[in-house]
Protein backbone atom coordinates (compact mmCIF):
# COMPACT_ATOMS: atom_id res chain seq x y z
CA UNK A 1 0.00 0.00 0.00
CA UNK A 2 1.00 3.70 -0.48
CA UNK A 3 0.16 6.88 0.96
CA UNK A 4 -0.22 10.32 -0.61
CA UNK A 5 -0.11 13.42 1.38
CA UNK A 6 1.00 17.02 0.74
CA UNK A 7 2.65 18.86 3.78
CA UNK A 8 4.00 21.81 4.63
CA UNK A 9 7.03 22.47 6.64
CA UNK A 10 5.94 21.21 10.21
CA UNK A 11 4.47 18.13 8.12
CA UNK A 12 0.54 19.70 8.51
CA UNK A 13 -1.56 18.15 6.43
CA UNK A 14 -4.66 20.08 6.81
CA UNK A 15 -6.99 22.88 8.84
CA UNK A 16 -10.65 22.85 9.48
CA UNK A 17 -11.14 19.44 7.05
CA UNK A 18 -9.79 21.43 4.08
CA UNK A 19 -6.29 21.44 2.38
CA UNK A 20 -3.89 23.72 3.45
CA UNK A 21 -3.52 25.17 -0.02
CA UNK A 22 -4.65 24.59 -3.64
CA UNK A 23 -1.34 23.87 -5.85
CA UNK A 24 -3.29 22.41 -9.12
CA UNK A 25 0.17 20.33 -10.23
CA UNK A 26 0.10 18.50 -6.60
CA UNK A 27 -3.77 17.75 -7.60
CA UNK A 28 -3.11 16.68 -11.16
CA UNK A 29 0.00 14.36 -9.55
CA UNK A 30 -2.53 13.04 -7.08
CA UNK A 31 -4.62 12.00 -9.93
CA UNK A 32 -2.09 11.13 -12.38
CA UNK A 33 -1.29 8.87 -9.03
CA UNK A 34 -4.12 7.76 -7.98
CA UNK A 35 -6.38 7.03 -11.18
CA UNK A 36 -7.57 3.65 -12.13
CA UNK A 37 -6.28 2.40 -8.41
CA UNK A 38 -7.60 2.25 -5.33
CA UNK A 39 -7.81 5.07 -2.76
CA UNK A 40 -8.94 4.65 0.90
CA UNK A 41 -10.05 7.70 2.95
CA UNK A 42 -11.68 8.48 6.19
CA UNK A 43 -15.34 9.49 6.16
CA UNK A 44 -14.29 13.61 6.19
CA UNK A 45 -11.92 13.29 3.75
CA UNK A 46 -14.93 11.81 1.46
CA UNK A 47 -17.09 14.74 3.31
CA UNK A 48 -14.46 16.88 2.14
CA UNK A 49 -14.74 16.03 -1.53
CA UNK A 50 -16.58 17.95 -4.36
CA UNK A 51 -20.17 17.31 -3.44
CA UNK A 52 -18.85 15.12 -1.09
CA UNK A 53 -18.75 12.68 -3.59
CA UNK A 54 -16.19 9.49 -4.44
CA UNK A 55 -13.63 10.46 -6.72
CA UNK A 56 -14.13 9.50 -10.19
CA UNK A 57 -12.30 6.70 -12.12
CA UNK A 58 -10.98 5.10 -9.06
CA UNK A 59 -12.22 2.28 -6.74
CA UNK A 60 -13.18 4.50 -3.43
CA UNK A 61 -13.58 2.43 0.06
CA UNK A 62 -14.00 4.58 3.19
CA UNK A 63 -13.17 3.50 6.37
CA UNK A 64 -15.44 5.02 9.58
CA UNK A 65 -16.11 3.60 12.86
CA UNK A 66 -19.81 4.56 12.70
CA UNK A 67 -21.38 1.16 12.13
CA UNK A 68 -24.19 3.14 10.39
CA UNK A 69 -22.56 5.04 8.10
CA UNK A 70 -22.97 4.79 4.44
CA UNK A 71 -21.84 6.79 1.17
CA UNK A 72 -21.80 6.23 -2.27
CA UNK A 73 -19.07 3.67 -2.38
CA UNK A 74 -17.66 0.81 -0.40
CA UNK A 75 -17.54 1.32 3.33
CA UNK A 76 -15.60 -0.86 6.14
CA UNK A 77 -16.27 -0.26 9.84
CA UNK A 78 -12.74 -1.59 10.88
CA UNK A 79 -9.45 -2.15 9.74
CA UNK A 80 -9.97 -6.20 9.56
CA UNK A 81 -13.00 -5.32 7.07
CA UNK A 82 -11.05 -2.80 4.54
CA UNK A 83 -8.21 -5.90 4.35
CA UNK A 84 -10.08 -8.35 3.77
CA UNK A 85 -11.72 -6.03 1.38
CA UNK A 86 -8.45 -5.20 0.18
CA UNK A 87 -7.27 -9.02 -0.60
CA UNK A 88 -8.92 -8.34 -4.23
CA UNK A 89 -6.14 -5.91 -5.18
CA UNK A 90 -2.62 -5.21 -5.84
CA UNK A 91 -1.35 -3.89 -2.83
CA UNK A 92 0.32 -1.55 -5.33
CA UNK A 93 -2.71 -0.07 -6.52
CA UNK A 94 -3.75 1.20 -2.75
CA UNK A 95 -3.32 4.59 -2.09
CA UNK A 96 -4.19 6.09 1.11
CA UNK A 97 -5.35 9.54 0.97
CA UNK A 98 -6.38 10.62 4.19
CA UNK A 99 -7.13 12.36 6.80
CA UNK A 100 -5.10 12.31 9.56
CA UNK A 101 -6.09 9.47 11.93
CA UNK A 102 -6.37 7.42 8.47
CA UNK A 103 -2.49 8.40 7.70
CA UNK A 104 -1.59 8.03 11.37
CA UNK A 105 -3.59 4.08 11.48
CA UNK A 106 -2.29 3.02 7.94
CA UNK A 107 1.03 4.60 7.71
CA UNK A 108 3.02 1.16 9.33
CA UNK A 109 1.34 -0.54 6.81
CA UNK A 110 2.65 1.01 3.31
CA UNK A 111 5.78 0.91 1.90
CA UNK A 112 5.94 3.61 -0.44
CA UNK A 113 5.37 7.45 0.42
CA UNK A 114 4.36 10.20 -2.14
CA UNK A 115 4.62 13.65 -0.19
CA UNK A 116 4.68 16.84 -1.76
CA UNK A 117 6.28 19.13 0.27
CA UNK A 118 5.47 22.68 0.25
CA UNK A 119 8.30 24.74 1.28
CA UNK A 120 5.60 27.53 3.82
CA UNK A 121 4.21 26.89 7.13
CA UNK A 122 0.25 26.82 7.54
CA UNK A 123 -1.83 26.97 10.02
CA UNK A 124 -2.56 23.22 9.95
CA UNK A 125 -4.88 21.64 12.27
CA UNK A 126 -3.51 18.17 11.12
CA UNK A 127 -0.30 16.59 10.81
CA UNK A 128 1.49 13.68 9.31
CA UNK A 129 4.41 12.03 11.15
CA UNK A 130 7.91 13.64 9.24
CA UNK A 131 9.34 10.93 7.73
CA UNK A 132 12.53 12.69 7.71
CA UNK A 133 12.48 11.79 11.63
CA UNK A 134 12.70 7.84 11.28
CA UNK A 135 15.34 5.50 10.53
CA UNK A 136 13.16 3.13 8.46
CA UNK A 137 12.03 5.15 5.86
CA UNK A 138 14.69 7.17 3.28
CA UNK A 139 13.79 9.27 0.75
CA UNK A 140 14.34 7.95 -3.27
CA UNK A 141 13.28 10.63 -5.21
CA UNK A 142 12.50 14.43 -5.74
CA UNK A 143 11.61 16.29 -8.42
CA UNK A 144 12.81 19.56 -9.07
CA UNK A 145 11.71 22.56 -7.16
CA UNK A 146 7.99 23.78 -8.99
CA UNK A 147 6.29 26.88 -7.97
CA UNK A 148 2.86 28.33 -7.61
CA UNK A 149 1.62 31.74 -6.85
CA UNK A 150 5.25 31.96 -5.04
CA UNK A 151 4.69 29.23 -3.05
CA UNK A 152 7.61 26.58 -3.89
CA UNK A 153 7.13 22.44 -3.48
CA UNK A 154 8.80 19.42 -4.58
CA UNK A 155 7.18 15.95 -5.51
CA UNK A 156 9.18 12.86 -3.20
CA UNK A 157 8.85 9.69 -2.90
CA UNK A 158 10.06 8.21 0.20
CA UNK A 159 10.35 3.93 0.99
CA UNK A 160 10.57 1.98 3.94
CA UNK A 161 13.95 0.12 4.09
Not at 26 to 32: A, I, N, R, S
Not at 119 to 129: G, I, K, M, Q, Y
Request: proline share 2%; with cysteine.
Amino acid sequence: MRIIVAVDNNWGIGKDNNLLTYIPNDLKYFKEKTFGKVVVMGRKTLESLPGQKPLLGRTNIVLSSDKEYTADCTVCHSEEELFKELEQYDSNDVYIIGGAKVYADMLEKCDTYFITKIFNTFDADRHFENLDKRQDVELVWESDMQEHKGLQYKFTEYRRK
